[in-house]
Each structure stands twice: as C-alpha cells, then as structure tokens.
Nanobody, 124 residues
Framework: QVQLVDSGGGLVQAGGSLRLSCAASGRTFSGYYMGWFRQAPGKEREFVANMDWEGRNRYYGDSVKGRFTISRDIAKNTVYLQMNSLKPEDTAVYYC?????????????????WGQGTQVTVSS
C-alpha cells in the first residue's frame, strides 16, 4: 500500500523560504508521477508542481513558476518542494500526491494517493 507523509510546513515571513518533504513508501516509485497541490480556506485544491520519478520532466503552476522547485531523492524515496520568495497568498495546506497516470498532471482527479497535508503560513 502506497503511503505519503508530508512534512516541513510552518510559519514564515513574506520573502522567506521553506522546504516541504514527502516521504513515500509501500512500493518502488519508478514510473510514478509525483505532484504537489495546495488548498487555502474556502478555495479549491490547486496544482503547484509535478514531476516524473525519473526526473525527466517538471511542471509548475503559473503562480509559483520561478519561485518553487520540485525535486526528489531516489535513495530516500522522498520528494521535495523548495519554496522561495514566499508571499502571503501562498498560505495553504500543501499536499503531496502520486499517480501512475501520465496525463492531466494538473488535475486533482489524476492522482490516486495523497499525503495528509502540511500547513504553510506566510505572514506579511
């Protein structure tokens, strides 16, 4: 059974940085696509970033391009989201997700497995 455990959230001032981690377990993740989404209060879950486990392709939401970077450590079975130049509008619960589907990487319904989420709060 695939398990994803998100961590690394916290409170940071605008302009600061955080690195989120997603520890994946339960199987070999070669061939999987890993994503990060976020959900602010009263809003729909929003696509943040996606990459294939082999690291060939990466995609980012328009609101985070140039500021966030998705990466993975194969040896640790962990996916990261490095967030720089944080803004108050980045405040949300961030979720890691996984799927074997290669299509529609920005859609919530594409993903089969989800982490429990980690809160990120950016103060102005």
């Amino acid at each position: 059974q695939v398990q994803l455990v998100d961590s690394g959230g916290g409170l940071v001032q605008a302009g600061g940085s955080l690195r989120l981690s997603c520890a994946a377990s339960g199987r070999t993740f070669s061939g999987y696509y890993m994503g990060w989404f976020r959900q602010a209060p009263g809003k729909e879950r929003e696509f943040v970033a996606n990459m294939d486990w082999e690291g060939r392709n990466r995609y980012y939401g328009d609101s985070v391009k140039g500021r966030f970077t998705i990466s993975r450590d194969i040896a640790k079975n962990t996916v990261y989201l490095q967030m720089n130049s944080l803004k108050p509008e980045d405040t949300a619960v961030y979720y890691c997700a996984a799927t074997m589907k290669s299509y529609y990487p920005t859609q919530v319904y594409t993903y089969d497995y989800w982490g429990q989420g980690t809160q990120v709060t950016v103060s102005s």
